[in-house]
């Protein structure tokens, strides 16, 4: 592939600047002054109708009256002026703006039609736009600072994106006297065009950034944007700020979970899946990405405390419970060394407290012990200035202690204090080691080193739609649910919403519906006693709130009395609902019995949504809960459980017995199966499901479901795209070899590196375009950790010996108009001829076909003989590229 389609915005060659002006504090003045003095390394351009000359350069009334090419445009003109710029723009090649003016959709229905012309302009002539109503964009390392911001920024290898132009201004002037560099500035503003994802897609290419920090305030696209972050956060560190994460006012709920989840429980759930980390405040996303450029290597959550004080060090223990950070406790070696290094009365535990006298012997001595113990993920180093201190020597020893090889576990120092540690902070500064004023926020960045630790691990897990051997009755829960919607219903009852359940093997407790007191008494008999009665409407949610449950009924006479009794508490409670009888069931009577609650809500942005927790009448009250986007594995529903409180109660708890915590797990998992299969399902609680020893059963269950337009991408409904199990097939070539073409996943790191190791150095270079020897490990991510929403690879292997060894990869990957794609295909030198180049390729273009996309194309060295040849036996027209002589485009309707 070429350069990214976005160099033009981040990488231009010449820039003009629309509204570029001598007026002081003026926005064009500004822009046009800061790329003067920033030193663009590229042709500048003022453009100005009314003076031929702006800030001593010759300003050009039009941007016409420039005879060479401009590849970016900044405007900072008035808002009615834009659109006839752009259509100006155009007609003369540019192929990106910066659009700074504000006066569009923020301001009323007016501005929203000038801002819809706008885009519509853009799109005719291809032009990608930041903004309107921005600060701008910054490159540093070239020069390019397109805002209207009163100051520079320093080189590094920070990209910065932000929703919030006012944000990105002050977080500029921290980092100037914080010696924070950037490879990237980007002001957002409206987000009109260019969004999140193409932002992020272009910083995971950019050599320059090593990590990404966000500021957001709202998604609009959730499945590019989970899109992205996956592709980013899997090669670097991707740090972000959430605002709202208390939205005023409450919302309409048909379910419990519904009611218990919030948009800010949904968005946690959703960027940690993709392995990013949030922050609260704008000085934990830079300390956190100080921390993460260190080279640390964070692998858990257990800390170990060195200090000369108590306090400080009790002051950091209740910060790390807060944040449910563990207290490593030390092996005995460990405490065997600290004994024959530190005074007797050392505590002999964590935190190591080495006494107010220590000097830098016994901080080296202390400090290297935790780093050497295996029961230690993580140290922190407290400083108080006190008689004996030395608190430079002692910081000195830290650095150079951190900068051996053998040590890259977290090592976060405190100094606490001002002039006597004032130089001490100044060494660790030179040494780029992260270090605090006060314990507390050491505490929260090894917590931060934790959660991407641990999110990385969450975003290496590649589910499929199906998790069991047991296929599920998918077609009769679709008709279950059709015929819930042909009677113009959106809420199943009982009985269909336990039928649904069972569709996906999911134990329910067997449910019958009375209509009078009558078939009450026979159901009950039937069933045996004793028996739980519910009312049976599609309008409560709350059964019990309303009067509608009794339970531990024992015989024929309470049955019958139970029956008017519901009827008679509905009336009264809930005058206006709709009865459709009475539920009868067994009286569930499990003594070691847990009750919990399994819940999918539809979150607006982020699409189907599962939550686990405490279950009962009282849930709501409880407020116990995790949540988690779909599709699930048994990684992710270990670490859903667990992440409740309600977890610590289903082991040993009092005189009950451990629960069944792989039944558990299967229901999660077969919740997840339904979520996916079913586009249609918008609500639904599993509540109470009651789990004992010897396994789980659903006791009451509710779904609500709602009409979704049909897509030709099966999982559309998603914001994370299941593993594409249906894309797995066999084949056989000639001789009688059997090969499994499927698509790829992160665990297969290891057979692409050998595959590409054992390429023939003209496959290497037909393959890359260049002399790729060794697949680096940032390269062996990109092209085994997809999306499979965005992106497509289909490998061919065959087992050899017990063993998958690939033969053949073709991929696609959609390009920028979400309508065409772009392949690439390669197979192992010894399978050349054998037809399996064309198999691989048919494959992916009816991938490609199934998720509706119109074209693909590619690029072929003209050298390359045998991919031209399959290419016209596969029906693709072959032309020269206007670009490369030696590159020939292939194309094909799909």
């Known amino acids: 592939m070429g350069k990214h389609y976005l160099n033009p915005l981040f990488a231009p060659k010449s820039v003009a600047v629309f509204g570029a002006s001598d007026r002081p504090d ?100 291809n032009i990608r736009l930041i903004g309107p109503n921005c600060l701008g964009i910054m490159r540093p390392s070239i020069g390019l600072n397109a805002t209207f911001n009163k100051g520079s920024a320093n080189i590094g290898n920070i990209a910065l994106i932000s929703q919030s132009g006012a944000l990105c201004t002050a977080i500029l002037d921290w980092a100037t006297l914080n010696d924070v560099g950037f490879s990237s500035v980007v002001s957002m503003g409206s987000s009109t065009d260019v969004d999140f994802g193409e932002i992020l897609d272009y910083m995971v290419s950019d050599p320059n950034t090593h990590s990404i ?51 800010d429980d949904v968005f946690d759930a959703a960027i940690r899946r993709v392995g990013v980390v949030r922050v609260q405040t704008v000085t934990q996303l830079f300390t956190a990405a100080r921390a993460l450029s260190c080279g640390f290597r964070p692998v858990g959550n257990r800390l170990a ?99 051996t090889d053998t040590h890259n576990k977290p090592l976060l120092t405190c100094w606490m204090g001002e002039t006597q540690v004032l130089e001490s902070r100044k060494a660790f500064t030179l040494a780029h080691r992260p270090h605090f004023r006060t314990p507390e926020p050491a505490v929260e960045v090894f917590s931060h080193l934790y959660a991407y630790y641990h999110n990385q691990k969450l975003l290496m897990q590649m589910p499929g739609p199906l998790s069991h051997h047991i296929e599920p009755d998918v077609e009769s829960a679709r008709l279950i649910i059709e015929g819930a919607m042909l009677e113009h219903r959106k809420v199943l009852n009982e009985m269909e919403s336990k039928a649904l359940l069972a569709a996906f093997n999911i134990p329910v407790a067997r449910t019958m519906v009375a209509h009078s007191p009558g078939e009450a008494l026979l159901i009950a008999q039937q069933l045996g006693f004793p028996v739980a009665m519910k009312i049976n409407s599609p309008d409560i949610t709350h059964k019990s709130d309303s009067g509608g449950v009794v339970l531990n009924l024992e015989n024929a006479h309470e049955v019958r009395a139970a029956y008017q009794h519901i009827l008679d508490n509905v009336q009264h409670n809930r005058p206006n609902a709709k009865m459709d009888g009475i539920s009868i069931e067994p009286m569930v009577v499990k003594p070691n019995g847990r009750e919990l609650m399994i819940g999918v809500t539809t979150d607006p942005i982020f699409g189907p949504v599962i939550t686990f927790g405490a279950g009962g009448t009282t849930v709501e009250i409880m407020g116990d809960r995790a949540v988690a986007l779909p599709p699930l594995n048994r990684f992710l529903v270990k670490d859903l459980i667990q992440s409740t409180h309600i977890s610590r109660m289903l082991g040993d708890f009092r005189n009950m017995l451990p629960a069944n915590i792989d039944a558990l797990e299967d229901v999660l998992l077969r919740v997840s199966e339904m979520v996916c299969e079913l586009p249609l399902l918008r609500e639904m609680d599993i509540n109470p499901l009651i789990l004992d020893e010897k396994g789980a059963l659903a006791a009451d269950a509710r779904v609500v479901v709602e009409y979704r337009q049909p897509s030709a991408d099966r999982y559309a409904h998603m914001a994370i795209y299941p593993y594409p199990t249906h ?3 066999q084949w056989q070539l000639a001789d009688g070899t059997d090969i499994t073409i499927r698509p790829i996943r992160p665990e ?13 150095e003209e496959s290497k270079y037909f393959r890359f375009m260049n002399s790729v020897q060794e697949l680096t490990e940032d390269m062996l991510a990109r092209l ?28 696609y990957a959609i390009n920028p108009d979400g309508n065409t794609c772009e392949f690439a295909l390669v197979i192992a030198d010894n399978m050349a001829g054998k037809g399996l180049g064309q198999k691989l390729m048919v494959s992916l273009m009816e991938a490609a076909r199934s998720k509706g996309l119109s ?22 027209a072959i032309k020269s590229s206007e670009d490369d002589p030696a590159v020939m485009k292939v194309t094909k309707p799909l």
């Not at 900044?74 to 990106?96: F, M, N, Q, Y």
């Not at 297969?748 to 595959?755: E, I, M, S």
């Not at 690029?859 to 991919?867: A, D, F, K």
Request: charged content about 20%; glycine content about 8%; some cysteine.
């Open 305 to 403: 405390i060195v200090t000369n004080g108590g306090g400080p060090a009790v002051m950091a223990a209740d910060r790390a419970a807060d944040l449910g950070l563990s207290m490593a406790t030390l092996s005995d070696s460990t405490v065997e060394y600290l004994n024959q290094h530190l005074p007797s009365n050392w505590p002999h535990c964590n935190p190591v407290d080495i006494i107010g006298d220590a000097q830098a012997d016994r901080y080296y001595h202390a400090v290297k012990a935790c780093l050497d113990d295996e029961n230690v993920d993580g140290v922190l180093v407290i400083l108080t200035p006190q008689a004996m201190t030395k608190p430079l020597e002692s910081a000195q020893v830290l650095i150079d202690l951190a900068n």
């Open 26 to 125: 003026s926005v064009g003045q500004i822009v046009f002054q800061n790329m003067l003095q920033g030193g663009f390394k590229g042709a500048l351009y003022p453009i100005n109708s009314k003076h031929p000359e702006v800030q001593g350069q010759r300003a050009y009334a039009s941007i016409g009256e420039i005879a060479q090419p401009v590849e970016l445009v900044v405007i900072a003109t008035p808002p009615a002026s834009v659109p006839r710029i752009i259509e100006d723009c155009g007609l003369h090649g540019v192929k990106a703006a910066v659009i700074i003016t504000a006066g569009f959709g923020e301001i009323g229905p007016e501005g929203a039609a000038l801002e819809r012309q706008l885009l519509e302009t853009a799109q005719r002539y």
């Open 748 to 760: 297969d790191a290891a057979l692409v590196k050998r595959f590409v190791h054992d390429l023939s």
């Open 213 to 263: 920090l966000m500021y957001i305030e709202g998604i609009r696209n959730a499945r590019s944007f989970m899109s992205a972050l996956r592709a980013a956060a899997r090669i670097k560190p991707v740090i972000l700020v959430k605002v709202g994460r208390h939205p005023a006012g409450s919302k309409a709920a048909m379910s419990h979970t519904a009611s218990l989840v919030g948009s």
């Open 784 to 811: 085994t950790q997809l999306d499979y929403s965005r992106e497509m690879a289909l490998i061919a292997v065959v087992d050899e010996a017990g063993v998958e060894v690939e033969i053949g990869v073709a991929r």
């Open 855 to 876: 074209t693909i194309e590619g690029e072929v060295l003209n050298n390359n003989h045998r991919m031209l040849k399959l290419m016209t036996r596969l029906g693709f």
């Open 727 to 729: 894309l797995v097939s």
